[in-house]
C-alpha cells in the first residue's frame, strides 16, 4: 500500500542551526513527491517538487530510490521557517492525481 | 483572483445535525478535492472531483457527500453529523502537478 511516514511530529532547533525533516515513503512504481508547509495562519502551499530539483527558500530535498526517502533540508533555520511540514506522494491513476500526505512535521525555530 | 474560498470558516453543530461546506473556485481548474486534517493523522482524502459532473470516493468517505455543482464549486455535506467527524475541512484544486488550498473549515461536534 502506498504510505508516506514523517516520524517526527516536532521538531525544534534554535535560528542558524541545520534543518532536516525526515519522510520515507512505500511505493511500488516511480514516486513523485512533494513538500507542503503551512505557515500558521496561513493556507496549505506546495513548497517544492523532487523533480524541479530546486531550492526554495533556501530549502532542497533529494530524492533517495534506495532508503524509499525525500528528506527536506535546510543548512540555516531561520524563525520564519517555523511552520507545519507536510510530506506528499503523487498517485496518478488515469491522469488524475491524488495525494498521500504524511501526517506532518512541526518546525519550531527558536531565536 | 481569490483562488480557492470556503465557507463557513467555523461551525458547531450537534450530534444528528446535517450541514453542507462550501468550497468555490476562480482559476478554472478541473480537479477539486476535500480533505479533513485531523491531528497527528495529517491530511487524508475524502471525496474528489476529476471534472464537473464526476466525483469519487477517496480514503475516508463515509458520513459524507459531495456535490459538484459547476466547474467552480464542489460542496461536501454532512447529512447526520457525528463527534468523529469534528476536524478541519480543506477543500483544494488543481492545476498540472500543484495542488492549490482553501483556508479551511474548522468543524465541532458535539
Known amino acids: 500500500a502506498q504510505r508516506v511516514t514523517q516520524p517526527e511530529k516536532l521538531l525544534s532547533v534554535f535560528k542558524g542551526a541545520p534543518v532536516e525533516l525526515k519522510c520515507n515513503y512505500s511505493?511500488?512504481?516511480?514516486?513523485?513527491l512533494f513538500w507542503y508547509v503551512q505557515y500558521s495562519r496561513q493556507r496549505l502551499q506546495l513548497l517544492l517538487r523532487?523533480?524541479s530539483r530546486e531550492s526554495i527558500k533556501g530549502f532542497t530535498a533529494d530524492l533517495n530510490k534506495g532508503e524509499t526517502s525525500f528528506h527536506l533540508k535546510k543548512p540555516f533555520a531561520q524563525e520564519e521557517d517555523s511552520a507545519m511540514y507536510y510530506c506528499?506522494?503523487?498517485?496518478?491513476?488515469?491522469?488524475?492525481?491524488?495525494?498521500?500526505f504524511g501526517t506532518g512535521t512541526r518546525l519550531l525555530v527558536s531565536p | 483572483n481569490a483562488g480557492v474560498t470556503q465557507t463557513p470558516k467555523f461551525q458547531v453543530l450537534k450530534t444528528g445535525q446535517s450541514m453542507t461546506l462550501q468550497c468555490a473556485q476562480d482559476?478554472?481548474?478541473?480537479?477539486m478535492y476535500w480533505y479533513r486534517q485531523d491531528p497527528g493523522m495529517g491530511l487524508r482524502l475524502i471525496y474528489y472531483?476529476?471534472?464537473?459532473?464526476?466525483?469519487d470516493k477517496g480514503e475516508v468517505p463515509n458520513g459524507y457527500n459531495v456535490s459538484r455543482l459547476n466547474k467552480r464549486e464542489f460542496s461536501l455535506r454532512l447529512e447526520s453529523a457525528a463527534p468523529s467527524q469534528t476536524s478541519v475541512y480543506f477543500c483544494?484544486?488543481?492545476?498540472?502537478?500543484?495542488?492549490?488550498f482553501g483556508p479551511g473549515t474548522r468543524l465541532t461536534v458535539t
Open positions: 506528499a506522494l503523487s498517485l496518478m491513476n488515469t491522469g488524475f492525481q491524488k495525494l498521500v
Open positions: 483544494a484544486s488543481r492545476e498540472g502537478y500543484e495542488q492549490y
Open positions: 472531483s476529476a471534472s464537473e459532473g464526476t466525483t
Open positions: 482559476m478554472n481548474h478541473n480537479s
Open positions: 523532487h523533480i
Open positions: 511505493y511500488s512504481g516511480s514516486p513523485e
